[in-house]
Every structure is written in C-alpha cells, then in structure tokens.
DNA sequence: AGAATAAGTCAACATGACTGACGTATCGCA
DNA sequence: TGCGATACGTCAGTCATGTTGACTTATTCT
C-alpha cells in the first residue's frame, strides 16, 4: 500500500493535486447547475430544457442539427424538449431561407425572459468568483478549462470571442446584422 | 435588441466573458466524465458507481451517512448503486468499533483497480491540462472553482492538502495510519 | 430521376434521481 | 432502565433524461 502521508513525497503532492482538480469540477459543477435546476423545476422543465434555451439564445436562427452537434444528444431526446419549449411559447421555428428543409430555432420574449433568469444566476456566480480571483486568476482558470474540453467544442466557444479583447474578431467580415452564419459558428 | 457587435463596449464583453465561462464548464465537464462514463458502461455501470467509488476509495471507512453528505443524494438512490458494488464484490462493509450502527465502507481489491482504472483517465486529462497551462494558471484554475463551489464542499477539499506545499497539514495529530477519523474529514 | 439530407415520430428501454412509508438495530440520555 | 433519536435497509411508485431502432416526409443536390 502506498505511504499517503508522507508531506515530502512529490509523488503524494502530484496524486493529490490531481484529485484535488476532480473533486473541485465535481463540486463546482454541482454547485453551478443548482440554481437553474431549482428554477425549472418550478415550471416543471428539467436541466435540458435550459441547455436547449441557453444555446437557442446563444445562436439565434440554429438549426435543429446544430443544436444537436452541440449537445451531443440524439434527436429524440432533443425532441422531447423541443416540442415542449414549442408548445409553451418559449421558442419559434422558421424555415431556413436557402434550405427549406431546415427548421431555425429562436426564443420568443418569454424564451428570452427566461433564458435571462436562468442563465443570470450562473452569470453572478462567476462574476462573484472571478472578482475575488482576480484577473489572472481568470486567465488560468480558462486555460485549464480550455485542456481538458474536446478541441472542438473549445473551437466554438472562441468564435464568439476577440482574442485580444482590444476589437479584433476573428470571423468579422460576412456577417451582416450582428449575428453570422451559424453553420460558421457551430462547426461540424 | 441589443448590439451584440460593438467589440469596445466594456458590458459585450462583461457579458461574452462570463457566458465563455459558462460554456467552457458546459464543455469541460461533458468531457471530463467521458471517459469514465465509457469504461463504466461496458461492465453495465453508470456514473452514479464511480462516484461512490471514488468517494470511497478517497475515504476508507467512510460511513453510509456520511456519503450520503458528500454525494447529496437519498439514501434510496445510494442503496441501488452500493447494493450492485456489495454484491459483485467491489466494496465491503464492516460494522463500526465505537458505534455498531454505523456501516464503514471500503474497497476491496478489485475495487481499488477499478477505481484505479476510472479515475486514472481524469488525472491524466488534468495532468495534460495543467502541465500545457503551468502552475500558476492551475492556481488560477483553483481559485476560480473554490469561488464557484459550495463553501462546505470546499472545507471538505482543503482538509487533505496541505495549504502551502511543504509538509504542514492542518489536522497532522490525532491520526493513526495515515487515515484519520473520517468524521472530521467529511464535515456536516 | 434518384440518392442524400433535415427533420419528425413511434416504441421500448436504462439510469439515476425523487417522495413517502415503514422496519430494525443500536445508542445515549433523562 | 426505558424510551426517543439515530443509522441503516427496503418496498413501491414516479419523473427526467438519456439511449437504440425503425420508419416517414419534404427538400435539395447530383
């Protein structure tokens, strides 16, 4: 059996440093999920309800495939939700204008109001936490973040964001309202 | 609607700074349990296995209440997975020495090796992280999540390491094999 | 014209959470 | 000493969210 007190141990420092990083995303994330959880459960929609929300609103005009390279969910399951967030008045389908197949997702006020709701309370918290952190703090928290996720979902995640934040955007030629192409933005 | 564009207002880029946070903890956890997830699903296990199995590894001896505390669940959704990891012989229970009500869970062998082999992937994930990142944004990293997590959850964290790295423990008396009193460690 | 693509739908199933109720053994205190 | 509190186990039912597999319809592309 392993020596697992011995303070000088390099090898004990690296075990628990590593298991320190485990338990703090399964702590954190638990935490970061609570309050919307608690919010849904009000009006009896669930944690997918808010990831379908949220990722609408981040993307207005997705796409039903879209949405679904981005959960990583299957369609059925997106269904589910989907028909539900219909039917409530919380999200609109249009047509896609070039590929009438194509059904575009977008929150209607209410969808907006709630989306607001839900995603402010995980807003505050970071906010809260990145203040005490501090800037730097930010900064590395991002870069651990950033390796451990799957490069493409990090690829989508930087697109919205300038590198230097000083204006400079990657993708800002072709777009023409504000919001791009979203086939650009999400990646396949 | 709001001007999603203007890339030198200071409140674009509040606001794209903590949904990137949002999404990135979205992203990274999704990939953090994959593995695991994976390797779980093949001998007809689920998440809720590794979690106990962690927690017991982490802490041998550990009573049912006491896991109950740290995974926040009910007694019914534990009893399921625990009945599963008794039965085919990955944990064993023992009565406790001062109070015989209590049930003290601990890994068998076979135990150990699987929660070897699951949390083996996640270290790995955070060791690549943290090396390509450097220290001070794993330090960052930390700071950030310990603002985001539940101030109980954190204590519980911070018990087993030792603040600065240089062999002060915080509770280094009254323990006998390098296991203490698992009570203390677990909080209420 | 026919294959490929986007989306919708039906059915069945697994997992992991929940509530509520009740039983048993043990501990601790008045 | 006896009784209430505690630790644990268990039965039963429900719900949310994921899965696989099969099939349909409308539209686009070659």
């Known amino acids: 059996m392993v020596d697992l007190k011995s303070g000088a141990n390099p ?3 690296r075990e628990e440093e590593l298991r320190r990083g485990i338990e703090l995303m399964f702590y954190a994330y638990r935490e970061f ?6 919010i849904l459960s009000e009006i009896g929609f669930g944690r997918a309800h808010h990831r379908a929300i949220y990722f609408i609103g981040r993307y207005p005009g ?39 197949r194509q059904r575009l997702l977008t929150l209607t ?5 709630l989306e607001e709701r ?17 800037a730097e703090a930010v900064a590395g928290f991002r870069a651990v973040l950033a390796g451990i996720m799957d490069p493409a979902d990090l690829e989508r995640v930087e697109r919205l964001l300038p590198s230097p934040p000083d204006g400079k955007r990657r993708d800002a030629d072709e777009e023409d309202s504000g919001r791009g192409k979203l ?3 999400v990646g396949r």
């Open 183 to 185: 086939a650009d933005k």
């Open 11 to 13: 090898l004990f420092l």
């Open 62 to 100: 997705i796409t039903i495939s879209e949405l679904l390279v981005i959960l990583r969910i299957t369609k059925q399951s997106l269904s589910r939700v989907l028909s539900q967030l219909l039917e409530q008045g919380y999200v609109v389908q249009t047509r896609g204008l070039r590929d009438q």
């Open 33 to 38: 999920t609570s309050e919307p959880d608690r």
């Open 118 to 134: 839900l995603t402010d309370t995980q807003r505050q918290r970071f906010a809260a936490a990145y203040r005490s952190a501090g």
């Open 109 to 113: 006020e209410s969808g907006r109001d």
